[in-house]
């Protein structure tokens, strides 16, 4: 469920009617934040695998704006972060740099010195050469830090799109499962570099329950094997990917993932005391927000009907880059057209199908095509939903276009968390010198 509803004709975040904002003078496209479906997201994924009594760290790459951070911080969570612009985000929320993980393929020697430096909870190693690198600069400092191997497991959800799978073999991402035995084995005494257990992320979003099983099963073996060989590990992280909904405003069914990941871990947890690490990202933030935008022009070429935008690929970049559904709908749409229940495909008469398009000279930059739509007339307000994850967060200046503003609503109070970005931010680091 989200806060984004319909009501009294036309769309509301929490108490508050979208059209509003931008009839207040707020620019288009802005990014909208429901403050209250992050915190009920946060809760529901915490309560669904509260028998594991997890640490759940945030996936910052999904949205990192340091407000909405904080208010995850203030629920207990801990963050995910993958780059040392990451740490500096987490850094300035509240977060409790204890319950930070620190994944990443390519991480830079003053990435680790500054994870390490500040006590973040655990750095996830995605190589042998990487775990090399941790403990000399770690020697060096003479700082104890803990660590996670990040296993690849082997495992394919094909129904993941091919630009976000990660657990299959030959992917950039992890050690190769075959080789972690013997690398924690050799590794196991190091005096400042202490392995605690072991991490694996198969890919966003994964579509069943079956595909975590199969890789904490290899997680857990790998345990077994080396606790014969006294080598207790005593951390499992099992990563992110759980679904958003992307095509109504109900949520996927949480308990049917939990259940059987429960059921697996829940004998380490009470009988050998594991601390289990879950890395969600857009379970929680893909439904907390939408993107409002404005209709330019609505044209016709051939036999299409081309609705243009001032939002595109440089705000969302998902239908570009993934072929990415998002559901789409007028803030306030003529009466006839009002949603009870956003589900696709939308049973009304009397829809037009459009090609929803952004100002982009790119012909990827589109939002959505061939989609049934009630009629759209120049300055209508259009809701791009389910936009809380991977959308601002990869938003680009490209054609030089600035960045949008990110606004929080809690109930009745609306924030501005980020201002737009101005003309002059685009020339701000164009600084010619001589080196
Ligand atoms: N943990 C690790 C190690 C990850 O690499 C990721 C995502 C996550 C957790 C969080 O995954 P989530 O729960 O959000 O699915 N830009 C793409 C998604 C890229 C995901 C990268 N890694 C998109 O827009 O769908």
Not at 306 to 314: E, F, S
Not at 349 to 362: R, S
Not at 406 to 411: A, N, P, R, T, V
């Amino acid at each position: 469920m989200d806060l984004f509803q319909y009501k009294n004709g036309v769309l509301y975040c929490e108490d508050i009617p979208v059209n509003s904002l931008p009839e207040k003078g707020l620019p288009t496209p802005f990014y909208l934040y429901s403050a209250n479906t992050l915190r009920q997201h946060y809760k529901k994924i915490y309560s669904i695998f509260e028998k594991l009594q997890p640490m759940i760290c945030f996936s910052v790459k999904s949205s990192n704006n340091v407000h909405l951070l904080n208010e995850l911080a203030a629920l207990g969570a801990g963050m995910d972060i993958v780059s040392g612009g990451e740490l500096f985000v987490v850094k300035q929320s509240n977060a409790d740099l204890s319950k930070v993980v620190f994944a990443g393929v390519g991480k830079s020697d003053e990435e680790i010195t500054d994870a390490i430096v500040s006590e973040v909870g655990f750095i996830n190693i995605e190589s042998e050469q990487e775990l090399a690198r941790v403990q000399e600069l770690a020697g060096e400092l003479k700082r104890e830090v803990n660590v996670l191997i990040r296993i690849l497991p082997d495992v394919l959800d094909e129904k993941t799109n091919e630009k976000t799978r990660t657990g299959h073999k030959g992917a950039k991402f992890g050690i190769d499962y075959a080789h972690v035995e013997a690398l924690i084995e050799e590794n196991a005494d190091h005096p400042y570099v202490k392995i605690r257990g072991l991490h694996s992320h198969i890919g966003s979003p994964i579509s069943s329950y079956t595909f975590y099983v199969a890789a904490i099963q290899k997680m857990v073996e790998l345990v077994e094997h080396l606790k014969r060989k006294n080598i207790r590990l005593d951390v499992l992280n099992i990563g992110g990917g759980f679904p958003a909904n992307y095509m109504d405003n109900d949520n996927f069914s949480w308990e049917s993932f939990a259940g059987p990941i429960t059921e697996l871990l829940e004998p380490y947890v009470k009988n050998e005391g594991f601390k289990i690490i879950l890395e969600p990202g857009r379970s929680i933030s893909a439904n907390t927000g939408i993107m409002v935008t404005k209709v330019l022009y609505v044209k016709q070429s051939g036999d299409k009907h081309i609705v243009i935008l001032d939002g595109g690929m440089t705000e969302l970049i998902r239908p570009a880059m993934y072929n990415a559904f998002h559901f789409i709908w007028p803030v306030k749409p003529q009466p006839e057209h009002v949603l009870a229940n956003r589900n696709y495909p939308v049973q009304q008469e009397g829809l037009i199908t459009y090609d929803v398009v952004g100002p982009i000279c790119e012909s990827s930059d589109y939002l959505a095509k061939e989609r049934p739509l009630p009629a759209l007339r120049q300055g209508d307000y259009i809701a791009v939903f389910t936009v809380g994850a991977y959308g601002m967060v990869m938003a680009s200046n490209y054609n030089l276009h600035v960045r949008p503003a990110e606004i929080m609503i809690d109930k009745d109070k609306i924030y501005i968390i980020r201002e737009r970005e101005t003309q002059e931010d685009l020339v701000r680091t164009m600084i010619k010198h001589e080196l």
